[in-house]
């Protein structure tokens, strides 16, 4: 839509006003510029004639008929009966169809509620420590006067363990993925020197004491 | 608003007043007193006088039971009209808005004293009428039949202002583009006019 002339924005303005003049509600000064536009605008009066038209129709009394007496007195009969009752809440055991699977349902959920309870209580029962162990964290204690030993791939094993023997030292850990084993002294009284001794034993190429940190 | 209008308003709150203590009188006064607004209002909507007559009934029961929470923000027509269109919408929904026997026995339509000139001004109406929106139809007949203002008829079906704007501007050109041609007139129009 557009109006690019004066005059057509004076047909806009009457067209827009058209519907309140015509009703009563636009006020004097409106109508009375509509009216003088009127006079020099032949399509607006057409358009208002038109819309006069419109008016006029739709004042005509409705063609449906629809008798007010009959209406009333069914109205004023609907006051007279009793108000509705309101339902009945939806969940309600027993004499209603369906109850048993109601009750069906809510046995389900306590028996979901009941094992997820029971699960819940065995995981936290359970030792939550886990299988690794952080840089940060304490290294597991060694023996007093633990020894790392690295044997020779050919010592038999006959040898090392007349050697462990012969020393009073028994295996704590390993072998590890370097063949190394931590031996301790099988009693708290260790000889002195067995760690000079394993250094001179031919087939043991390696013996360190455990200290607590790598 | 004029000074009949509000008169007219005042007379309807002192129903409303009424109706809130249980004075039966006062309902039935309200109920002829807008029974055939309503029935015209609601003929824009269904053909059907038995859906109509429940519309108007549901509408003046909703009113008896809330007559007493009326509060004045609006006059007693607009709301009443407000309460007839919902009512008329969820109608519509329910039973759809084809006419029963509407086209079977078009005499039943026209009233008996309806005089020539007014059948044919109601035809062609009626044809006009065909083109437009249920929404559309409201409009036309809230505006021009009732005479609300554009507020009011925002309030009436609860929807902004520019909306009833729009709905009233696409509801006018579509029947200025068919109405003359239903009356047998050439249709005068401006190239760039709406």
């Given amino acids: 839509m557009t109006f690019s002339a004066n005059s057509d924005r004076d047909c806009l303005r009457a067209w827009e006003s058209m519907p309140w003049v015509l ?22 009066r057409a358009e208002y004639a038109q819309q006069s038209r419109l008016r006029q129709a739709l004042l005509l009394p409705p063609d449906v008929s629809v008798d007010a007496n009959v209406g009333l007195g069914r109205l004023l009969a609907r006051l007279d009966m009793p108000e509705p009752q309101p339902e009945p809440a939806p969940l309600r055991f ?5 109850s048993w699977l109601n009750r069906a349902l809510v046995a389900v959920v306590l028996l979901q509620a009941l094992g997820i309870g029971g ?8 030792d939550s420590s886990p299988l690794y162990r952080t840089f940060s964290q304490a290294s597991a204690p060694t023996a007093a006067g633990a020894i790392r030993v690295v044997p020779d791939a050919a010592m038999s094993v006959a040898d090392w363990n007349a050697l462990l023997h012969a020393l009073k030292l028994k295996v704590v850990d390993g072998p ?6 931590t031996v301790a002294p099988a009693s708290p009284a260790s000889a002195p020197g067995t760690l000079q001794r394993l250094r001179a034993t031919r087939g043991i190429r390696l013996a360190e004491p455990v200290t607590g940190a790598p | 608003m004029n000074d009949a209008d509000i008169d007219a308003d005042v007379t309807d709150r002192q129903l409303l007043q009424r109706m809130s203590a249980g004075d039966r009188v006062a309902l039935e006064v309200l109920y002829r007193g807008y029974h055939g607004r309503l029935c015209r209002f609601l003929a824009r909507l ?7 007559e429940e519309v108007i009934n549901d509408c003046l029961w909703i009113a008896w039971q809330k007559a007493g929470t009326f509060h004045g923000d609006s006059r007693v027509s ?12 969820k109608a519509l929904r329910q039973h759809g808005d084809e006419p029963v026997e509407d086209d079977a026995r078009p005499e039943q339509r026209t009233p008996a004293h309806d005089l020539d000139d007014d059948r044919e001004l109601r035809d062609w109406l009626g044809k006009g009428l065909d083109r437009l929106s249920a929404d559309q139809r409201v409009v036309i007949e809230l505006v021009y039949g009732v005479g609300h203002t554009l507020d009011e008829v925002a309030v009436i079906m609860q929807c902004p202002v520019g909306t009833v704007k729009a709905r009233l501007f696409h509801a006018r050109v ?14 005068v129009h401006k190239e760039n006019l709406p």
Avoid: F
Avoid at chain 2, 46 to 52: A, E, G, K, L, Q
């Fill in chain 1, 23 to 44: 009703q009563g509600s636009a006020t004097p000064e409106q109508g009375e510029w509509l009216q003088a536009h009127l006079a020099q605008c032949a399509a607006c």
């Fill in chain 2, 78 to 89: 607009t709301w009443l009209m407000g309460i007839a269109y919902r009512c008329g919408l």
């Fill in chain 1, 176 to 181: 590890n993925d370097v063949g190394a084993y």
């Fill in chain 1, 119 to 126: 699960l819940g209580l065995k995981l936290w029962s359970a």
């Fill in chain 1, 94 to 98: 027993g004499g209603r169809p369906g």
């Fill in chain 2, 46 to 52: 269904t053909r059907r006088p038995d859906v109509i």
């Fill in chain 2, 174 to 187: 579509k029947l200025r583009n068919v109405l003359p041609a239903l009356a047998g007139d050439a249709p």
